[in-house]
């Protein structure tokens, strides 16, 4: 019976697992891509582990029964892959006795692990993985950090009522044009924003789904110069993206709002200068925005911090940020439990209610966070700045938006 006890099943061994907490010192596992095509934003994402580990430590650490315990991170290089990653988290759940852990980068990873935590019963603060799918499984042991992938643009729409009020208007007055690649980030995009046209009661007149990597977007385009939308919101790669962007500047459309995905990544400022001007952009959180906690203070403190200890950053990426976050959530849960009873913890990360530099977290039943909205980012003359949601902007939307020297 002993020897069966401790053969390898299904990859895993079945050794006795070592204690949760050794000493003074609680240890959250990860699965990270340090190589392979997600090693840009691993590195971002362990960067913000380590930074919030190392600030709580030096802050007085984790006070549970008394006691007061240093946090630490087991880390393994899952190379951006699906088979490796569930494996390094079974590993650490079944051989090194890890009962906390933290998400891998990006939905894909994240997905896959979730069946290996949920499997064992182990909770897992994951702070990468947006897409909605990842929350409809039924999961209890499962939290996520950030915005779901269906919020992205759902803030536009907000802003285009909030807009539509300040002018005299009814939101229900509010005519939208949509345009969205047919992928699947773009289309849990477009569910978001259709519920919330829907809940305004704005009038959608255009809705066009265009197939992955099409060579034209002129078609699309055309239509829209036609029927002049209010806003105009777009869910599509970079390469998408960047065509249309180009087509609004060649085809001089202009549109009180432009709303659209992976400005960043298009590289939209660098190029097309001006033309991108008024622009508005999704981002999961920014250092201008006036959140803040007791722990980093301001989120343009957390910037500074970030820069500071990681001097090879010129702007801190928002998957630093909210992998600092899903630290702070398990320093929160761990002390308001006051135990290292896995369901006490997991009840008491049901219940999260705080405030961070990096928003507001609260869980749904289905794990996803229901606190923090996506933030618009406007491009200003060059500048990406946080216009929305109104509480926390560090700057007022430029509205309408025109076309340069149009």
């Not at 802003?159 to 345009?179: H, Q, R, S, T």
């Not at 978001?192 to 060579?215: A, C, Q, W």
């Not at 010129?314 to 909210?322: G, L």
């Not at 961070?356 to 039943?365: E, L, Q, V």
Request: proline share 4%; with cysteine.
């Amino acid at each position: 019976m002993l020897a069966v006890a401790t053969v390898v099943i299904g990859g895993v061994s079945m050794k006795p697992a070592r204690g949760k907490v050794t000493g003074d010192t609680i240890t959250l596992g990860a699965a990270i891509s340090l190589t392979g095509k997600y090693r840009t934003n691993g590195a971002h994402t362990l960067n913000g582990y380590n930074l919030a580990v190392k600030v709580i430590n030096a802050a007085g650490g984790v006070r549970v029964g008394g006691k007061t315990y240093r946090l630490a991170i087991d880390h393994h290089d899952d190379k951006s892959t699906e088979a490796l990653s569930i494996h390094l988290v079974g590993r650490m759940i079944k051989r090194d006795g890890i009962k906390f852990m933290l998400g891998p980068y990006g939905s894909r990873l994240t997905k896959a692990v979730a069946t290996v935590t949920e499997k064992y019963k182990i909770p897992m603060v994951e702070a990468e993985g947006p897409s909605r799918a990842i929350f409809g499984q039924g999961y209890k042991y499962l939290f996520a950090v950030l915005s779901t992938s269906e919020q992205y643009l759902a803030s536009a729409i907000a802003l285009a009522a909030e807009i539509a009020e300040k002018n005299g208007k009814k939101p229900g007055d509010v005519k939208v044009a949509m345009v969205f690649e047919d992928d699947p980030f773009s289309l849990d995009v477009r569910a978001g924003v259709v519920d919330d046209i829907k809940k305004h009661g704005m009038r959608i007149v255009i809705d066009d789904k265009l197939p992955r990597d099409l060579p034209d977007m002129s078609v699309a385009l055309t239509k829209v110069r036609a029927v002049k939308p209010d806003l105009l919101v777009v869910a599509a790669q970079s390469k998408g993206v960047a065509m249309l962007t180009r087509l609004l500047k060649e085809l001089k459309i202009a549109l009180p709002m432009i709303a659209m995905t992976h400005c960043e990544v298009a590289r939209l400022v660098a190029r097309f200068g001006k033309a991108s001007n008024g622009f508005l952009c999704p981002t999961q959180w920014a250092a201008t925005l006036t959140y803040k906690d007791a722990l980093f203070g301001t989120a343009a403190q957390y910037s500074a911090l970030f820069k500071k200890t990681y001097d090879d950053y010129e702007d801190v990426p928002y998957q630093a940020a909210q992998a600092s976050a899903a630290v702070m959530v398990w320093k929160d849960a761990l002390e308001r439990a006051n135990s290292f009873d896995i369901e006490k913890i997991r009840q008491a990360l049901a219940h999260t209610n705080m405030k961070t530099f990096y928003g507001n977290i609260k869980f749904s039943p289905a794990g996803n966070n229901i606190a923090k909205p996506m933030v618009l980012r406007q491009i200003q003359n060059g500048k990406l700045n946080a216009v929305a949601p109104s509480k926390w902007a560090s700057h007022l939307l430029e509205w309408p938006r025109k076309v340069p020297g149009g």
